[in-house]
């Protein structure tokens, strides 16, 4: 189960430890052999260098995102473009949930929840 930080809670000294589930490994994996055929080698790295640095910022800033209780108790989602990145606070560790395109529907990519 989520724990809920608010801002005062969450230490500004501290990082949070990062976790990447099965299914958001597999987005990762997708994205990235996607973007190889429609884009090529350069522009796909580039665009997971984007989405690397945007889990850098949530180690150090784990509220930066917006809180989105639509998609789940405890879930967040930041934007890299075109890319959500849905995560959530667990026990001190960022866990990325999932990373889809921003066109789908995040509620239907969640059912399959760990």
């Known amino acids: 189960m989520p724990v809920t930080f608010s801002r005062r809670s969450w230490p500004a000294s501290r990082v949070a430890r990062l976790r990447i589930s099965r299914l958001a ?10 973007g190889e055929e429609r884009f090529g080698p350069a522009a796909t790295l580039r665009h997971l260098g984007s989405l690397g640095r945007a889990f850098d ?7 930066a995102g917006q809180a989105r209780p639509e998609y789940g108790e405890g879930i967040r989602s930041i934007t890299r473009r075109p890319h959500r990145i849905l995560y959530r606070l ?4 960022v866990e990325i949930v999932r990373v889809i395109h921003a066109a789908r529907d995040a509620r239907l990519d969640l059912t399959d929840d760990e």
């Open 25 to 34: 490994g597999g987005d990762l994996d997708e994205i990235r052999v996607v």
């Open 57 to 63: 910022l949530l180690r150090d800033q784990p509220l």
């Open 90 to 93: 667990v026990h001190g560790e």
